[in-house]
């Protein structure tokens, strides 16, 4: 029998940045109650960076459209923070149908999930991408 994907992945910790308020409130509660994963979040992308540090997170996920630091300046930002530029960024974003995926990549990315996902393989397609 298949074990739950909690039981399967090891704790990590996230950093969620993202403007919306639905959209925070539904990552949050599929990676803390799916996967169980701990989940710190950035409502800007200055918020984000000042909570980097803090926050110690194992991987970002960024939304790409924000009102004072969109997540493309984000990324070159953190690309230039020496001390955290490892950290791997997956865009989280419904701007995928501007930009091509390769843009994203370019920029730093690990992957690209759509906005809307599927809240119940939102874990498995993060692992996924980051090979975990």
């Not at 994907?5 to 959209?23: G, N, Q, R, V």
């Not at 493309?72 to 865009?91: R, S």
């Not at 501007?98 to 939102?122: A, E, H, M, W």
Request: net charge negative.
């Amino acid at each position: 029998m298949a074990q739950p994907i909690s039981t399967l992945t090891h704790t990590k910790t996230i950093l969620l940045i993202d403007d919306d308020e639905m959209s925070r409130w539904l990552v949050q509660l599929c990676l803390e109650n799916f996967v169980n994963w701990q989940i710190q979040v950035a409502i800007s992308g200055k918020a984000g960076l000042a909570a980097i540090t803090q926050a110690e997170p194992d991987v970002i996920l960024l939304d790409i459209m924000m009102p004072d630091m969109d997540g493309f300046t984000f990324m070159q930002k953190l690309k230039a923070d020496k001390l955290h530029a490892h950290i791997p960024i997956v865009a989280l974003t419904s701007s995928t149908s501007r930009f091509r995926y390769q843009t994203f990549i370019d920029l730093g990315c690990q992957g690209v999930i759509s906005k809307p996902f599927n809240p119940i393989t939102l874990g498995s397609k993060i692992s996924q991408i980051l090979g975990w």
